[in-house]
């Protein structure tokens, strides 16, 4: 974990992990990022992350100032309880504790931030306050 006592006030401080879960397939993750491209968007998150199919500046700069691991998955890929705790509500995003894994963000709030990076930054450090 990387220490900034900024962001540890910010609610990271139980948070071992950070899943990124897109609304993307990964055998047709290749199709989805060509359909988000021409602008035939299928998740949400991808907005917020990519412009184009590079990362955003902005994504990167947030992704530094996160003090912990982010792993991003596909909906096909994830099993178990990370599968429990998002059910269908793609996409998703899902801090892991030491004691239990905790949905923050479900499609409704990932498509709430309209794309924006410092909106989503946001919503993740207030739904993180929240169950810590």
Known sequence: MRNDDNLVTNGYEN???IYLIWNADWSI???AAKDFVSGIESCALCAIVYSGVKQKTEWK????TIPVPIETVYKNKITGSLKAVVKEDFPAVV???????IK???????EACEGD?????????????KFT
């Open 29 to 31: 993750g290749v199709q």
């Open 104 to 110: 923050l963000m479900g499609k409704a709030e990932v």
């Open 117 to 129: 990076v410092e909106k989503f930054r946001s919503a993740l450090e207030q739904r993180m306050r």
């Open 15 to 17: 948070i071992e992990k």
């Open 61 to 64: 700069a947030c992704q530094a």
């Open 95 to 101: 801090a892991e504790t030491n004691k239990e894994l």
